[in-house]
T-cell receptor
Framework: RKEVEQDPGPFNVPEGATVAFNCTYS??????FFWYRQDCRKEPKLLMS???SGNEDGRFTAQLNRASQYISLLIRDSKLSDSATYLC????????????FGRGTSLIVHP | DAGITQSPRHKVTETGTPVTLRCHQT?????MYWYRQDPGHGLRLIHY???????DKGEVSDGYSVSRSKTEDFLLTLESATSSQTSVYFC???????????????FGEGSWLTVV
């Protein structure tokens, strides 16, 4: 089992839709969690950190479920510009600062 | 944007030749990383550094070496390039705030390497 797993998609949704991605991680000692966004032929960029209490940034909501070892990203009112690959990142395993990346989930928002 | 510069941004080289990619940061971050990204594999860690002259291997280190003689520079060398090393290479930096705390990682724009 990979350390961090994501459904590669693609998720193909119309503008205005709500879409959710999940990411599971295997090591219960993981301590910090992030979602990154990557556009085609660009570098990954931090979208948001994920806190135990859940957090929201505009149309984006991230949640962490430690008991089930997954994190989620919810995008409301999807825009064409949301089309990208979303990477789940987990680190802090055993005190390590080395992040582990999921392979990413592809989102395509169409008119 | 984090001050990370990768060079060269694009390179075509022949099999068997040495290649060095440079990552330069202006953030004074302690950790620096080299990743490669390939279809179907996602981002894979090649090597990382946790300080000047302190480096360690990642999951795909074979065929690669690194050096960090200054905080701001992290070099990735392909001693004898092979076609399987055709990829996009990303440098990244981070500065952990405390043990086990959030460790936001910032990426350079990538270096596209083609080995023919």
């Amino acid at each position: 089992r990979k350390e961090v797993e994501q459904d590669p998609g693609p998720f193909n949704v119309p503008e205005g839709a709500t879409v959710a991605f999940n990411c599971t991680y295997s090591n219960s000692a993981s301590q910090s969690f992030f979602w990154y966004r990557q556009d085609c032929r660009k570098e990954p960029k931090l979208l948001m950190s994920v806190y135990s209490s859940g957090n929201e940034d505009g149309r984006f909501t991230a949640q962490l479920n430690r008991a089930s070892q997954y994190i989620s990203l919810l995008i409301r009112d999807s825009k064409l510009s949301d089309s990208a690959t979303y990477l789940c990142v987990v680190n802090g395993r055993g005190g390590s600062y080395i992040p582990t990346f999921g392979r990413g989930t592809s989102l395509i928002v169409h008119p | 944007d984090a001050g990370i510069t990768q060079s060269p941004r694009h390179k075509v080289t022949e099999t068997g030749t040495p290649v060095t990619l440079r990552c330069h940061q202006t953030e004074n971050h302690r950790y620096m990383y080299w990743y490669r990204q390939d279809p179907g594999h996602g981002l894979r860690l090649i090597h990382y550094s946790y300080g000047v002259k302190d480096t360690d291997k990642g999951e795909v280190s074979d065929g690669y070496s690194v050096s960090r003689s200054k905080t701001e520079d992290f070099l990735l060398t392909l001693e004898s390039a092979t076609s399987s090393q055709t990829s996009v290479y990303f440098c990244a930096i981070s500065e952990p705030l405390s043990a086990g705390s959030g460790n936001t990682i910032y990426f350079g724009e990538g270096s596209w390497l083609t080995v023919v």
